[in-house]
């Protein structure tokens, strides 16, 4: 019957060159052995397939397994557990263990979580109170546009045309002083602009930071930067978010793409052996995201929907886990958060890379010609690793070519990304304390009561070891045993040694404020004898502290401010070179900003003071003053837009004033000058007011108005 059955000819089409209209019988042996070619055949483009993805996949998961091993090879993964343990004050599983073998006391004196509170409580005094921590000013030398020098040599033309029609003889001096008073003119013009849109790209930076989380991110960074070896800033990463306007009463959706900065756990972040720079190091960082997520970026640019399909397939049900590293238990228990291993999630472990990879294995990857011309050339990417799958691989445009990673350190370590913490800085110091504060808590409680010592050699039987008042003791002095001369119960006190332990702790706590560079009266506490019994002593002191912090600010400035502004500007210029002039600076003014802020308040209080008088109004006018005052207001916190009028409003005021002048009606004082200063008459002006209307008159020259007069 099998027999039968494979013999039985199948009829198969044969090739089109056959003939048409006709079938070939093939038996059935030969049909299976066709079919297992096909298979073999489509099985092996699987494998070969497969194999070209996993040499990137096989590159990204070589360099994630020399990064762990390199860090905790260095032990700075049980640093970042032992800082961790600190801030929350819990001792480490093997001196838990000696202290409960010891007994009494475990308490844990909290001096470097209260440092680590206060250094961040300064640095966001520095960063985030209301003046933002940089700014954009113009060029010192604007670049005037090519077609002014035209027009003022037009302008001159016709203002020698004008003098010449009257008979007023022109010289060529004169001329030349015209066309150099309407080119310093210009000049001004031209840096007010540049002023007013630097200002005006301030606020545009700053409004990209805002809504891309920036400031919130940054209070997290600073959290961390006192309790770990480092700190980590990332961005601008941009996402793609769903917005919901209204268009004609109806809610429409709109996905939109929007630059993000975050926080990045020291945890999370592992970088290539031997790099002392950003710009040398290769990062992997361990990116936890929801199907969701997964499933929203399909079809976009640098993503494989094929192996998004494949991961998703398999993260079907509990998520997909990778076990990263030996401390991922005891963090998470630090973190209070869930061990993955004990529970099931649906987050989807994805390691992040930022490095270079060869043309080749991209281009076997799937990146077609044009974004890898060269195979031989290393391209600067960002990949997404899931399990074997790379789903994502995106060439970063960056014009510096740098990781979009921002790292500092408390205290750094000159060619080195990671540095000291308050905790590393503190350890002696802490632990010190600590077991002075066990020994004081113990001693106390031993000493807090007599000890008792009782002869159970002359008790009555069934006598208990219980104390309370008027308690009567029944004992039996037996001659053989004891003599009469032996006390049943004796009493006596331990010394109780508080004061000098206290003592120990006070002193070495205090060693501790030299060693953080953060003394007690920095945050608050008054108690300070010496020179700190003074206002002026205790300013002094508190100067001479600030400057270690002067040093981490400047660490800050330069490591992660500075770099982070530059970056989102040019990325700016090449998505949208329109926003800008392109000839901004941006400077960040951390350090100087927090020493300066205060003395920089009180001198403009001075300044409005003595500047209050007729000779400086007469120089300042009312458009300096309020400008003068908007700055004060600023300063202080007050809506300076509402305040003081703009220089439009301060001008429509003097002209309504003058009118009513010539009118003979009484006016009120211009708004922004002194109240109880008027405006001199016309022909009764400083001679500083004059020149500054001479100036206003050859600036308004270049308008075309004419501004030259004959004499020069």
Same mark, same amino acid.
Request: aromatic fraction near 6%.
């Given at each position: ?231 980590? #800033? ?42 002392? =720079? ?48 030996? !401390? ?14 004990? =529970? ?108 008792? !010592? ?49 003592? !120990? ?17 920095? =945050? ?92 400086? #109004? ?95």
């Amino acid at each position: 019957m099998a027999t039968l059955q494979t013999s039985t000819p199948q009829a198969i089409p044969v090739r089109p060159d056959a003939g048409r209209g006709m079938l070939r019988v093939v038996s059935s042996t030969q049909l299976q052995n066709q079919e297992s070619v096909e298979a073999d055949t489509l099985r092996q483009q699987q494998e070969e397939e497969e194999a070209v993805e996993d040499q990137l996949a096989s590159h990204i998961r070589a360099r994630m397994v020399d990064m762990r091993n390199f860090r905790n090879a260095e032990g700075i993964s049980e640093r970042l557990l032992n800082a961790l343990r600190t801030y929350k004050g819990m001792y480490d599983a093997g001196k838990l263990n000696e202290i409960k073998q010891f007994g009494g006391s475990e308490v844990f004196a909290r001096v470097t979580p209260t440092k680590c509170r206060a250094a961040t409580a300064l640095l966001r005094d520095v960063y985030l109170s209301q003046e933002r921590p940089w700014d954009v000013e113009p060029t010192p030398v604007p670049v005037t546009p090519a077609s002014i020098e035209t027009d003022i040599q037009q302008l001159v033309n016709v203002e020698v045309n004008t003098l010449m029609q009257l008979g007023q003889q022109v010289d060529q001096q004169m001329v030349a002083d015209r066309i150099a008073g309407l080119r310093k003119a210009a000049e001004r013009a031209a840096k007010k602009v540049a002023h007013d849109e630097a200002e005006k790209a301030g606020d545009q930076l700053n409004d990209i930071l805002v809504e891309g989380n920036f400031y919130q991110a940054f209070a997290e960074f600073l959290i961390d930067l006192p309790i770990f070896p480092f700190a980590v #800033m990332k961005g601008p990463e941009v996402r793609r978010i769903t917005q919901t306007k209204w268009v004609e009463k109806k809610p429409t959706q709109q996905s939109i793409p929007k630059m993000f900065w975050k926080r990045v756990s020291p945890f999370d972040l592992y970088w290539s052996p031997g790099a002392a =720079t950003i710009e040398q190091a290769e990062f992997i960082e361990r990116i936890k995201v929801t199907r969701k997520e997964l499933r929203s970026v399909k079809g976009l640019p640098g993503y494989n929907s094929e192996a998004i399909d494949a991961v998703l397939k398999m993260a079907m049900v509990d998520g997909l886990h990778e076990w990263w590293d030996t !401390i991922d238990t005891a963090r998470a228990e630090l973190e209070d958060r869930e061990r993955w291993a004990r =529970t099931a999630t649906s987050l989807i472990d994805t390691a992040e890379y930022t490095g270079w990879v060869s043309g080749e294995l991209l281009s076997q990857w799937g990146m077609s010609d044009d974004k890898v011309p060269d195979k031989t050339e290393e391209y600067f990417v960002t990949a997404w690793l899931i399990d074997r799958y790379v789903i994502k691989v995106q060439i970063n445009p960056a014009t510096n070519q740098r990781a979009p990673y921002y790292i500092t350190a408390f205290e750094q370590i000159p060619g080195a990304l990671i540095g000291y913490g308050l905790p590393d800085l503190l350890e002696d110091v802490q632990t010190i304390c600590n077991a002075a504060a066990r020994s004081l808590v113990n001693n106390a409680g031993i000493a807090s009561g007599p000890q008792v !010592i009782i002869n159970d050699a002359v008790l009555q039987p069934g006598e208990t070891d219980d104390l309370y008042p008027w308690k009567r003791w029944h004992v039996n002095y037996d001659p053989a045993l004891v003599t009469s001369g032996t006390k049943p119960i004796e009493f006596f006190q331990p010394e109780m040694n508080v004061v000098e332990l206290m003592g !120990i702790y006070t002193s070495w706590s205090s060693m501790g404020d030299e060693i953080s560079a953060i003394p007690k009266y920095m =945050t608050g506490d008054q108690k300070v004898g010496g020179a700190g019994r003074t206002a002026s002593g205790l300013a002094m002191l508190m100067g001479n502290a600030s400057k270690t912090l002067q040093n981490i600010a400047a660490s800050i400035d330069r490591d992660v401010i500075d770099p982070i502004l530059h970056q989102l500007y040019d990325m700016i210029m090449l998505t949208n070179p329109n926003m800008f002039r392109g000839d901004e600076l941006i400077v960040v003014k951390g350090v100087g900003h927090a020493v300066k802020r205060e003395q920089d308040r009180m001198r403009q209080l001075e300044f409005l003071q003595l500047t209050a008088n007729p000779i400086d #109004m007469a120089i300042l006018g009312p458009e300096g003053r309020a400008n003068v005052l908007r700055s004060v207001a600023q300063n202080l916190g007050l809506e300076h837009e509402r305040t003081v009028p703009d220089d439009e409003q301060i001008q429509l005021n003097m002209q309504q004033q003058a009118a009513a002048q010539a009118q003979g009606v009484p006016t009120a004082p211009v708004q922004g000058g002194d109240p109880s200063q008027t405006p001199a008459p016309e022909d009764e002006r400083a001679p500083p007011e004059e020149a500054r209307r001479e100036i206003e008159a050859d600036f308004t020259g270049v308008t075309g108005r004419p501004g030259m007069r004959a004499g020069g």
